[in-house]
Nanobody
Framework: QVQLVESGGGLVHPGGSLTLSCVVS????????IAWFRQAPGEEREGILC????????SYTASVKGRFTISRDIAKNTVYLHMNSLKPEDTAVYYC??????????????????WGQGTQVTVSS
């Protein structure tokens, strides 16, 4: 059974940093793409970054360019979202999601088969 479990969320001051983790089980990162999405209250789910099975990265939003990066540890079956220079508008529930092999060119959340439960990130002074 495929499972994705996010962790690492919390309350952080503007300008601060957080690293989110997505631990996957039941699949291999060698054959699956993992993406990070976020959803703020009253907003649509927004794609952020996707890491394909071969390590290629697809960016879905310009709002995090230069601040967020994605990486993985295949041995730990974990994908990370490194978030720096956080802003209040980054406040949202952050989700990881998987699909086989490649990242889609666009952040089509319906293209992803499995989702984690989400972790809350709040950026506030």
């Amino acid at each position: 059974q495929v499972q994705l479990v996010e962790s690492g969320g919390g309350l952080v001051h503007p300008g601060g940093s957080l690293t989110l983790s997505c631990v996957v089980s039941g699949i291999s990162l060698n054959y699956n793409a993992i993406a990070w999405f976020r959803q703020a209250p009253g907003e649509e789910r927004e794609g952020i970054l996707c890491l394909g099975n071969s390590g290629g990265i697809t960016s879905y939003t310009a709002s995090v360019k230069g601040r967020f990066t994605i990486s993985r540890d295949i041995a730990k079956n974990t994908v990370y979202l490194h978030m720096n220079s956080l802003k209040p508008e980054d406040t949202a529930v952050y989700y990881c999601a998987r699909r086989t092999y490649l990242c889609p060119s666009f952040a089509q959340y319906k293209a992803f088969n499995s989702w984690g439960q989400g972790t809350q990130v709040t950026v506030s002074s």
